[in-house]
Nanobody
Framework: QVQLVESGGGLVQAGGSLRLSCAAS????????MGWYRQAPGKQRELVAD???????NSADSVKGRFTISRDNAKNTVYLQMNSLKPEDTAVYYC?????????????WGQGTQVTVSS
């Protein structure tokens, strides 16, 4: 079994920054794509950004130029640097990973971390 553990959420004023981390652990052979999603109250979960094992990144238009995704393959960890935060970025942020583990190719989610941006 694989676990994804997120950290780094919190309360920040508009214009501030936060850095989220997500570390994968367990019986991992390799990790393909890793990504961050978010879900605001009353809204569907949406992709924020994802990144391949080779480092090719993709992000939502709403965060382009403000958020940067990166990963450390040696540590099985993905990061989300969030700058110029806006109140509309308030949501629970979830880590996601496509993992080659004991069961073959499996998709995992973290437990979520709350990000609250005050105006």
């Amino acid at each position: 079994q694989v676990q994804l553990v997120e950290s780094g959420g919190g309360l920040v004023q508009a214009g501030g920054s936060l850095r989220l981390s997500c570390a994968a652990s367990g019986s991992i052979f390799s990790i393909n794509a890793m990504g961050w999603y978010r879900q605001a109250p009353g809204k569907q979960r949406e992709l924020v950004a994802d990144i391949t094992s080779g480092g090719r990144a993709n992000s939502a238009d709403s965060v382009k130029g403000r958020f940067t995704i990166s990963r450390d393959n040696a540590k099985n960890t993905v990061y989300l640097q969030m700058n110029s935060l806006k109140p509309e970025d308030t949501a629970v942020y979830y880590c996601n990973a496509d993992v080659d583990d004991d069961y073959g190719l499996s998709n995992y989610w973290g437990q979520g971390t709350q990000v609250t941006v005050s105006s």
